[in-house]
């Protein structure tokens, strides 16, 4: 039986692996450089390389649906107690940043729009890891 091939939203706008490499490699590097997330990345990855790689089986995953990437993002990001919403925001200004400067805009339009959308799950889940979500309230409790 041949393997159907995988296809994603990435291939519809002309992602390829070559593009993720690029963008993946370029953006970190600039990452590292950064005075806001260079602190934050250099002290939590001790070997930039074997990140890297992750990263772009992971952005390889999310645009292509390859597959490639066995992970938990969200275990990794709670357990760093300096994130807070400001580094996410200079993250998405940055990747976006990146991304229009390397890919064409259809390209460029999804890395920024999936990059918000992770960068708010992990928001959450940082969030009501360390407690700092409001409570739900239920309906028909007191004071309704």
Same mark, same amino acid.
């Given at each position: 039986?041949?393997?159907?091939? %995988?296809?994603?939203?990435?291939?519809?706008?002309?992602?390829?692996?070559?593009?993720?490499? =690029?963008?993946?490699?370029?953006?970190?590097? %600039?990452? %590292?450089? $950064?005075?806001?997330?260079?602190?934050?990345?250099?002290?939590?990855? *001790? $070997? !930039?390389?074997?990140?890297?790689?992750?990263?772009?089986?992971? !952005?390889? *995953?999310?645009?292509?649906?390859?597959?490639?990437?066995?992970?938990? &993002?969200?275990?990794?990001?709670? =357990?760093?107690?300096?994130?807070?919403?400001?580094?996410?925001?200079?993250?998405? $200004?940055?990747?976006?940043?990146?991304?229009?400067?390397?890919?064409?805009?259809?390209?460029?339009?999804?890395?920024?729009?999936?990059?918000?959308?992770?960068?708010?799950?992990?928001?959450?889940?940082?969030?009501?890891?360390?407690?700092?979500?409001? &409570?739900? %309230? =239920?309906?028909?409790?007191?004071?309704?």
């Amino acid at each position: 039986m041949i393997p159907k091939p %995988r296809t994603g939203p990435g291939v519809h706008v002309g992602i390829d692996e070559a593009m993720i490499r =690029r963008q993946v490699h370029t953006f970190y590097r %600039r990452v %590292r450089l $950064d005075p806001v997330l260079g602190p934050i990345f250099n002290d939590a990855i *001790s $070997d !930039w390389d074997e990140h890297l790689g992750k990263l772009c089986d992971f !952005w390889s *995953s999310v645009l292509l649906m390859t597959g490639r990437f066995k992970g938990s &993002p969200m275990l990794v990001h709670t =357990r760093l107690q300096a994130i807070g919403p400001g580094h996410f925001i200079r993250w998405l $200004d940055l990747f976006g940043e990146t991304a229009r400067q390397l890919c064409p805009p259809p390209a460029a339009a999804l890395f920024a729009a999936k990059a918000e959308m992770i960068a708010q799950s992990l928001q959450f889940g940082i969030a009501a890891s360390r407690g700092e979500l409001p &409570p739900v %309230r =239920r309906s028909g409790s007191a004071g309704n």
